[in-house]
């Protein structure tokens, strides 16, 4: 059974540009939650997708924008790339209920130049 | 708001000793609290989790951490450190919307490093 699988892991963008990142959750997961982490930091949410819907909204931009498939796959676009994009962005799938830990992906590392 | 609080950014500890990661958290209402694990270039990698029940929790690879109400903290504790275990460690706490979904709220981590 694979695991959070995200795409690509490594990235270099230049200033103003826009990317996007791509996410596949754990098998029989139905949410996913994107977060941001920078260097020296933890974890912090970006946005979270339930039934192709954002559910749920951290303190970014809208810069930052997702979408949800049917599949449950999920991708996070960032427009207008600034240098302070620069981050390890994580992927986490879970299911939708309360009592259950999430799956975090390995991460795509997004460099900013 | 919720929050957690790592107070140490980096605990050293001999190969064989036994180890704790601190941390402290402040929520309103039941806590639901998680430690995750991070590896050099790698996601994040569940330990265990502190929903309701016994205050001691056993999760993976040896570790336990302990649940206490009274001093709002959540240790993750392992009786005998291995070099292997060295990696960056994240306290949790699973915040609630009133629509019914959830974030976590990472604390700013500690580096565990286990000396040979």
């Known amino acids: 059974d694979a695991g959070v699988t995200q795409s690509p892991t490594h990235l270099i963008k230049t200033r103003g540009q826009q990317v996007t990142l791509r996410c596949s959750p754990k098998?029989?997961?139905?949410?996913v939650s994107w977060y941001q982490q920078a260097l020296g930091q933890g974890p912090q949410f970006i946005f979270q997708?339930?039934?192709?819907?954002?559910?749920q909204r951290g303190n970014f931009p809208d810069r930052f924008s997702g979408h949800q498939f049917p599949n449950y796959s999920s991708e996070l676009n960032v427009n207008a790339l600034l240098l302070g994009d620069s981050a390890l962005y994580l992927c986490?799938?879970?299911?939708?209920?309360?009592?259950?830990?999430?799956?975090f992906g390995q991460g795509t590392r997004l460099t900013v130049v | 708001a919720q929050s957690v609080a790592q107070p140490e950014d980096q605990v050293n500890v001999a190969e064989g000793n036994p180890l704790t990661v601190k941390c402290t958290y402040s929520v309103s209402g039941n806590p639901y609290l998680f430690w995750y694990v991070q590896y050099p270039n790698r996601g994040l990698q569940f330990l265990l989790k502190y929903i309701t029940g016994d205050n001691l929790v056993k999760g993976s690879y040896g570790f336990e951490a302990e649940f206490n109400k009274s001093q709002t903290s959540f240790h993750l504790k392992k009786p005998s450190a291995l070099v292997s275990d060295s990696a960056l460690y994240f306290c949790a706490v699973r915040d609630f919307t009133t629509s019914g979904t959830y974030k976590y709220i990472f604390g700013t981590g500690t580096r565990l490093k286990v000396l040979a």
């Open positions: 098998s029989g997961h139905d949410t």
């Open positions: 986490a799938s879970s299911l939708s209920t309360w009592d259950t830990e999430a799956f």
């Open positions: 997708y339930y039934e192709e819907e954002e559910r």
